[in-house]
């Protein structure tokens, strides 16, 4: 079964900018989840995507926000983007009707704000 | 204090050792507890999992959970160069099962 795929993998943006980053979650997953990933920060949770409607939402200012479809694959987007936006952004998904959720990530996408 | 600490290390091991894990978290209503392994430059990937106290094994791997003190562990035996890596313990709750919380890591050698 094909894993979590994220695209672009690569992107460089300048500040005031926007982005939109896209993850497709394995077959069958219907729950996608965000993270962002700073040396300083460590992994911090953005939001989570089930059946398109965001079910949980992390601290991260309005200009970050997301969507999902009815494929279950979701886009996540940042508007004016700022100097310390220049992280690794990762997606995740998992099975719904789990209880416990184990969350497979994809491989990321780097964005550099220059 | 964090919701998930870790002991960021770095922790040294020589091959064949046994390499311990540490992970302390502060909502008692955690649920579900994650071991994820992340090699520098790319993501995590998840080696264990564990709902119950007690102990789980898989192969080289064994977690460890004791919920009334708050603290879950991974022990990797025999262990080998190739699990050089960063070590990233991830908790969920019964109330927000779609978000894990992640401690910063621990970053392990394992020296030849």
């Known amino acids: 079964k094909a894993g979590v795929t994220q695209t672009p993998r690569y992107l460089i943006k300048t500040r005031g900018q926007q982005v939109t980053l896209s993850c497709s979650p394995i077959s069958g997953h219907r729950s996608v989840s965000w993270y962002q990933q700073t040396p300083g920060q460590g992994l911090q949770f953005l939001f989570e995507?089930?059946?398109?409607?965001?079910?949980n939402k992390g601290n991260f200012p309005g200009r970050f926000s997301g969507r999902q479809f009815s494929n279950s694959r979701s886009e996540m987007n940042v508007s004016t983007l700022e100097l310390g936006d220049s992280a690794l952004y990762l997606c995740?998904?998992?099975?719904?009707?789990?209880?416990?959720?184990?969350?497979?990530f994809g491989p990321g996408t780097r964005l550099t704000v220059t | 204090q964090k919701e998930v600490e870790q002991n960021s290390g770095p922790l040294s091991v020589p091959e064949g050792a046994i390499a311990s894990l540490n992970c302390t978290y502060s909502d008692r209503g955690s649920q579900s507890f994650f071991w994820y392994r992340q090699y520098s430059g790319k993501s995590p990937e998840l080696i264990m999992f564990?709902?119950?106290?007690g102990d789980k094994e898989d192969g080289r791997f064994t977690a460890q959970l004791n919920k009334a003190s708050q603290y879950v562990s991974l022990l990797i035996r025999d262990s080998q160069p190739s699990d050089s890596a960063t070590y990233l313990c991830?908790?969920?709750?019964?109330?927000?099962?779609?978000?894990?919380?992640f401690g910063d890591g621990t970053t392990l050698t394992v020296k030849p």
């Open positions: 991830a908790v969920n709750s019964r109330t927000n099962a779609g978000k894990s919380t």
């Open positions: 995507y089930f059946s398109e409607t965001q079910r």
């Open positions: 995740a998904s998992s099975l719904e009707g789990q209880v416990f959720y184990e969350q497979y």
């Open positions: 564990i709902y119950s106290n």
